[in-house]
């Protein structure tokens, strides 16, 4: 497994943090396929972080395509960046879905 930090940009004409979020949390059962210890916090309206250990790279690869015509429609942009192995062991103390 290795740990993964998004930092989600939202085009704010397109929607913000609350609405994002509601479209998040409908993928749950999907994201739970390939994604464990999963934490997003939101920065301000138009931003995101989601950190959380893949268990799937194939998966998670298909899932993003499958979603890249609604992410284009709604101009959001993620930035992946891959975190060192002590902070998934600071997600697995307690801080879980």
Sequence with gaps: MNNIMVITHLDKSALCYDQWRKIFDADTKALR???????VDKVDDN????????????????????KGPQVKKLN????????????????????TD
């Design 33 to 39: 396929g390939f994604l464990s210890n999963t934490l």
């Design 47 to 66: 931003t995101a972080i989601i950190r959380a250990e893949v268990t799937d790279y194939a998966a998670m690869i298909r899932f993003m395509e499958s």
């Design 76 to 95: 959001i942009q993620y930035e992946v960046q891959s975190l060192p192995r002590v902070c998934g062991q600071a997600l697995r103390t307690g801080l």
